[in-house]
């Protein structure tokens, strides 16, 4: 079996690499990457590996649609613009064909599939009846998202929430000792709104690189992440869970602004859910909780949350999630995995925008938790992954 696997970042080729390790041997394995060092990298430990340039020859003309490019998250937010997003498409769409014309790739495996890369290469995918496999944060601990269709509102759950009725129903034990981890574990600090400075400068350098070596997908230069999340606003403070209890309140977990989620699923971005949540709140006579993303980078969201909380006089937390959530009255979200937390203690959740868990009950969302996800996966981790892990997320059989 041979399985390509695109890698549009280093951030995911931290993670490819543990997760290839745990199998390699099982078998084959070919890389479209759009990150010199990865691409490096991956050559000199012998793998096949194809570097996406932007100035590699394309045929002339492509039957293509510009919503094809238009739509990817790149475009959305602004980080690359249409001319140079155009090429980066059919040269990225050139490479797969040529790499999936001959017939021998099994599985094609990317992360997420809304980035321009991704995007050309799942259209070539279809083209040649390659099958596709995304994977996501499931933002659950020791849980990775794995669909052959997509993932958040366009995975296959999503769009029938009867498939996860056929997966099997956990033992309550195994649920409760997980729900344990789960509380130790978002009582910590989010992972992705830290980035080691070690990893800071590779970024740095390998930005550069794909600049003199005009690799595909090359964000504006003031669009690139060089900080971790934005300072919050002064008046944000922690509310002790004494004071929770006490209050009867609307919690309304913000989202990453330049998020897929908010960009491509949702019609309400974080500052109109913040009015919807107000409207809410005052109807119940309920205050209003809200909480920025810790991964937040857009400073001028944040000041325009500030601004309006001002006016409003809500208040902004910066309590561990799970302690804001035990004790609301009502979850306000855009589509955040949150709402689905939620639901975990039963508490009344209100979406906003398209979501896969919107059509779950209690059922559904502990057979979604310990048999849909794929287990014994920590996105963020250093350590080795377990190879049945790692066979499951690519779809391989244990060995005989």
């Not at 052959?148 to 009867?162: E, M, P, R, Y």
């Not at 509310?239 to 309140?249: A, C, D, K, N, V």
């Not at 309590?319 to 959530?325: D, K, P």
């Amino acid at each position: 079996m041979t399985i390509a696997i695109v890698i549009d970042s280093l951030e995911r080729f931290y993670f490819i690499n543990r997760l290839v390790k745990a199998v390699e041997g099982e078998c084959n394995f070919v890389f479209l990457t759009s990150e010199p060092i990865v691409h490096l990298l991956l050559r000199l430990r012998g793998h096949h590996s194809v570097y996406l340039r932007r100035d590699a020859a394309v045929p002339a003309s492509y039957p293509y649609e510009s919503s094809l490019y238009e739509r990817s998250i790149e475009v959305v937010n602004g980080q690359i613009n249409l001319d140079l997003a155009r090429r980066d498409w059919m040269v990225t769409f050139s490479s797969a064909s040529e790499l999936f014309s001959g017939g021998k790739i099994n599985l094609c495996v990317m992360w997420n599939g809304q980035q321009l890369v991704c995007r050309a290469v799942s259209h070539a995918c279809a083209e040649y009846g390659v099958r596709t496999r995304f994977l996501e944060l499931s933002n659950l601990p020791e849980k990775l998202f794995a669909d052959d269709a997509g993932v958040n509102a366009l995975s296959t759950i999503a769009q029938d929430a009867k498939l996860v009725d056929n997966f099997p129903m956990p033992q309550l034990s195994e649920h409760e000792s997980w729900l344990s981890r789960y509380e130790e574990y978002k009582r910590r600090p989010l992972p992705q709104s830290q980035t080691l400075i070690g990893r800071k400068l590779v970024s740095v350098l390998n930005y550069t690189l794909k600049w003199m070596t005009q690799g595909v997908s090359r964000k504006r230069l003031d669009h690139v992440r060089v900080s971790n999340g934005a300072r919050l606003p002064s008046v944000t403070r922690s509310i002790g869970e004494e004071e929770l209890i006490s209050r009867r309140y609307v919690f309304l977990p913000l989202q990453v602004s330049c998020d897929t989620q908010i960009k491509l699923h949702s019609d309400v971005d974080n500052l109109q859910a913040i009015t919807v949540a107000l409207k809410l709140a005052e109807d119940e006579g309920l205050d209003l909780i809200v909480k920025i993303h810790p991964a937040e980078n857009d400073r001028a969201i944040i000041e325009e949350i500030a601004r309006l909380q001002k006016i409003y006089g809500f208040q902004i937390a910066r309590t561990a999630t799970v302690n804001l959530i035990k004790h609301a009255d009502l979850v306000v979200t855009i589509n955040s995995t949150v709402g689905l937390e939620a639901m975990l203690y039963r508490k009344n959740v209100k979406t906003l925008g398209r979501c896969l868990y919107r059509e779950f009950d209690q059922n559904r969302l502990m057979k979604y938790i310990h048999s849909f996800l794929v287990d014994g996966i920590d996105y963020f981790d250093v350590d080795p992954i377990e190879p049945r892990a790692a066979r499951r997320v690519f779809s391989l059989g244990d060995p005989a």
